[in-house]
């Protein structure tokens, strides 16, 4: 290798030293959440430090238990609705992208860009007609809409990261499936479904993140605060007509960001595999 082509020490330390500012100035903010949550109620706008000079678990208590309702029950709500999201969205998403994948069917391309279309589409376009269907069967201040459509494989982006990575399965393998006597079914559950799982775990982390962190769709559809998600839980710490406990509403966030965290830590190998493979020729 030539000299040039070799970066000096000084070089590299000025790299990772830029690495580690720009690092910082990034995550400055959820440090400064999770510092503050420790903090008196005093301190927390009193300085930006991020070691607290009285550490403190009482805004853990007042957020744990400050409500009608424990803020378990409401975590248990968000979990609930994010793993129910999760079953259906890898359920009906893994179906469709088989059969635009395998199956053939008239008007195959025709459907598959209609639904590559709604990705542009607003979901506000939407919410009024969704939310007058919804109140019609009797499912407002209730889970059925945040759960059942997830079940229809409303989702064309899972749709279409699956469909993106069947391609890549060779088709010899259904072939000698098809030898075998195994019907579309089988071949689906036996030869697509087990080589998919870096693409499933990448759907499956997604999902459950998007659900997760959704504030906007609970908000419509959820009225009472027993059925609230974790998200409006926090939004009840902060009230622009009375006393807002911001020490209680950083703690709950904290709190909100874990399981995320872990989740991330678990499947980070599936989760970059199945983005860095999706659509590469096998």
């Known amino acids: 290798m030539p000299d040039g082509a070799k970066s000096s020490p000084l070089k590299r330390a000025l790299v990772y030293a830029l690495l580690t500012a720009v690092s910082f100035i990034m995550l400055y903010p959820l440090l400064w959440m999770v510092s503050s949550s420790f903090k008196p109620e005093n301190e927390i706008f009193a300085t930006t430090s991020l070691i607290p000079q009285e550490f403190t678990l009482d805004a853990y208590r007042r957020g744990w238990n400050g409500l009608s309702v424990s803020f378990g029950h409401l975590f248990l709500n968000s979990l609930l609705i994010s793993v129910l999201v999760v079953i259906g969205n890898l359920i009906s998403c893994s179906m469709a992208a088989y059969a635009f994948t395998r199956l053939q069917f ?31 069967f009797g499912w407002v201040n209730t889970i059925m809409p945040l759960v059942v459509p997830k079940f229809f494989a409303i989702d064309a982006f899972f749709i279409f990261l699956m469909v993106q990575f069947f391609r890549g399965i060779p088709r010899e393998l259904d072939e000698a499936a098809i030898m075998d006597g195994a019907g579309p079914l089988r071949i689906f559950l036996k030869v697509i479904l087990p080589l998919s799982t870096p693409v499933l775990a990448t759907a499956a982390v997604f999902s459950f993140i998007w659900t997760w962190d959704d504030f906007f769709a609970p908000l419509i559809y959820l009225n009472d605060i027993e059925k609230y998600t974790a998200q409006l839980g926090l939004r009840t710490f902060v009230d622009a007509t009375a006393q807002s406990d911001w020490g209680a509403l950083l703690a709950m966030s904290t709190l909100t960001v874990l399981p995320i965290f872990i989740l991330f830590l678990l499947f980070q190998r599936l989760l970059i595999e199945g983005i860095a493979t999706t659509g590469m020729k096998r």
């Open 106 to 136: 008239k008007g195959r391309g025709f459907w598959f860009a209609l639904m590559l279309g709604t990705l542009m589409m607003p979901q506000h376009a939407v919410l009024i007609p969704q939310y007058l269907m919804f109140l019609k």
